[in-house]
């Protein structure tokens, strides 16, 4: 298989040409894969489905062994798709903790870590826009 990644290619139903994708795509363009749903209430605030997931954020997960359990975000792994949680680990056989890596699509957002700035900025900027459509819709 060709090892480089392909500026040219858009999309394809062919999951062997989207795993390529995902599998070649670089550092910058993999932090869109980070991209993980809100809850309903975030959603209704914010005007948003989902958002890139971020250290701190506060999530449940939705599917998996694990479904239903819930934690702070500890680590964002972009090269490999993957988070951890605080409060998801497994036990090692030395009786050390190691993190058990999700990946963000069987996750779901509860509460945002709105430190950074340019993460308010945006999400401050998206409000804005809905809620000018909102009385434009109404008129």
């Known amino acids: 298989m060709k090892q480089d990644f392909s500026t040219e290619w ?3 139903k062919n999951r062997r040409k989207q795993r390529k994708f995902i599998a070649n795509a670089p550092l910058h363009l993999r932090g869109s894969f980070l991209n993980t ?3 309903k209430t975030l959603s209704k605030k914010h005007g948003l ?3 890139r997931i971020r250290k701190g954020d506060k999530v449940k997960i939705t599917t998996g062994q694990h479904k239903g359990k819930s934690g702070a975000i500890a680590k964002v792994d972009v090269k490999n798709t993957r988070v951890n949680i605080e409060t998801l680990f497994t036990l090692k056989r030395d009786g050390s903790k190691s993190f058990y890596p999700v990946h963000p699509s069987n996750l779901q957002i509860q509460e945002l870590n709105m430190d950074d700035r ?3 900025k945006k999400l401050e900027s998206l ?3 809905k809620e000018t459509k909102e009385t434009k819709d109404k008129k």
């Open 10 to 12: 858009r999309a394809s």
């Open 37 to 39: 749903q809100l809850s």
């Open 49 to 51: 489905r989902s958002i």
């Open 118 to 120: 340019k993460r308010n």
């Open 127 to 129: 409000s804005k826009t």
